[in-house]
């Protein structure tokens, strides 16, 4: 099934082409980061279709998952 995903900032050089990536049946947003291989220790927060979502949710058709890493500021 095909999926859109975003990276933001620093995650930005992973993001797949033109956006969308294709992933099995019963993928979640960890498995997610594991195809991309985004380091987990880079992430902080994971949307899935504008939700604060956790790693484990059972993505599906067509959803929209959003990767931002940590950012500091000043």
């Known amino acids: 099934m095909k999926i859109q995903v975003t990276c933001f ?3 930005a ?3 797949p082409q ?4 294709e992933v099995n049946p019963g993928a979640t ?3 997610v980061l594991d195809l991309l ?3 987990g220790n880079e992430v902080k927060i994971v949307f899935v279709n504008g939700q ?4 484990d949710v059972l993505l599906q058709e067509n959803d929209r998952v ?3 890493p940590a950012i ?3």
Not at 18 to 21: A, E, I, K, M, S
Not at 52 to 55: A, E, K, P, Q, T
């Open 52 to 55: 604060n979502s956790g790693r």
């Open 13 to 15: 050089r992973y993001s």
């Open 9 to 11: 900032a620093t995650l």
């Open 29 to 31: 947003p960890q498995d």
């Open 37 to 39: 291989a985004i380091p």
């Open 72 to 74: 500091g500021g000043g």
């Open 66 to 68: 959003g990767i931002f």
């Open 18 to 21: 033109g956006g969308v990536l």
